[in-house]
């Protein structure tokens, strides 16, 4: 039996950005703009946008800007398997590229991605965000995990809110980098990187904060529950490991 199989859907102003974004100085430059400019010759509005459309996603293809996104999703096959589909659309930043999932009634999740067209043209830098924002919706699909969409009414908002909020991300993050590079997807400084985010986060664990990181990052299992309680300053066993 064959794996599931899910292909990105790219927006068509995502697209457009993207593909003048990686032409720009490229050796190709004059033939992409050559042909694009005689599809404004086409008399008809509709007709224009459709080639226009067309035209980018032929360049698209050709640059294989989609490449990076089909093979961030083969390390990830239960996203695949419980999706059932996938949009890719437009950040209005870096801080705002991020994966999500769509819930519907009754349908399959939707997965949604939102990336720049700077990144899609950095195919390096876009394969690490691809792996770090699937590795979070894999953890989100996973009954293990137990995902929950808001934190406990307890947390409140205000101040606290948000540097609970804030923590829960970074744990969750040193989490998703110690199996990424565990399987080889992310370089060796990632682990020096992630602990200086976590030391200044968390430095009031004073000596044992590097151990407490260890712990975390080396895991193999981890709830949503026990990463929103440490977060949250709530005691537990593993946090004092």
């Given at each position: 039996?064959?794996?599931?199989?899910?292909?990105?859907?790219?927006?068509?102003?995502?697209?457009?950005?993207?593909?003048?974004?990686?032409?720009?100085?490229?050796?190709?430059?004059?033939?992409?703009?050559?042909?694009?400019?005689?599809?404004?010759?086409?008399p008809d509005p509709e007709a224009r946008e459709a080639a226009f459309d067309a035209?980018?996603?032929?360049?698209?293809?050709?640059?294989?800007?989609?490449?990076?996104?089909?093979?961030?999703?083969?390390?990830?096959?239960?996203?695949?398997?419980?999706?059932?589909?996938?949009?890719?659309?437009?950040?209005?930043?870096?801080?705002?590229?991020?994966?999500?999932?769509?819930?519907?009634?009754?349908?399959?999740?939707?997965?949604?991605?939102?990336?720049?067209?700077?990144?899609?043209?950095?195919?390096?830098?876009?394969?690490?965000?691809?792996?770090?924002?699937?590795?979070?919706?894999?953890?989100?699909?996973?009954?293990?995990?137990?995902?929950?969409?808001?934190?406990?009414?307890?947390?409140?908002?205000?101040?606290?809110?948000?540097?609970?909020?804030?923590?829960?991300?970074?744990?969750?993050?040193?989490?998703?980098?110690?199996?990424?590079?565990?399987?080889?997807?992310?370089?060796?400084?990632?682990?020096?990187?992630?602990?200086?985010?976590?030391?200044?986060?968390?430095?009031?664990?004073?000596?044992?904060?590097?151990?407490?990181?260890?712990?975390?990052?080396?895991?193999?299992?981890?709830?949503?529950?026990?990463?929103?309680g440490f977060a949250a300053g709530e005691p537990n066993d593993w946090r004092l490991?």
């Amino acid at each position: 039996m064959s794996e599931p199989r899910l292909d990105p859907e790219f927006d068509p102003r995502l697209v457009e950005a993207a593909v003048l974004t990686a032409i720009r100085g490229h050796a190709l430059e004059g033939e992409f703009h050559a042909e694009r400019d005689r599809l404004y010759e086409i008399p008809d509005p509709e007709a224009r946008e459709a080639a226009f459309d067309a035209h980018h996603v032929r360049w698209f293809a050709r640059f294989a800007l989609d490449q990076p996104f089909r093979r961030a999703l083969t390390e990830q096959p239960a996203i695949a398997a419980r999706c059932g589909r996938w949009l890719v659309a437009g950040a209005r930043g870096p801080r705002d590229e991020a994966a999500d999932l769509l819930i519907g009634a009754d349908v399959r999740p939707t997965l949604l991605v939102r990336v720049t067209p700077e990144a899609i043209a950095v195919p390096g830098r876009l394969w690490r965000l691809l792996q770090r924002e699937l590795q979070h919706v894999a953890d989100m699909l996973d009954p293990g995990f137990g995902y929950e969409a808001t934190l406990p009414a307890s947390v409140g908002d205000g101040p606290r809110g948000r540097v609970v909020r804030d923590n829960y991300r970074l744990l969750w993050d040193t989490w998703v980098d110690g199996r990424l590079l565990r399987r080889g997807l992310l370089p060796a400084t990632a682990r020096r990187d992630r602990l200086t985010d976590f030391t200044r986060a968390f430095g009031h664990l004073g000596v044992a904060v590097e151990a407490v990181f260890d712990r975390i990052f080396g895991a193999d299992q981890l709830t949503h529950s026990a990463l929103v309680g440490f977060a949250a300053g709530e005691p537990n066993d593993w946090r004092l490991g």
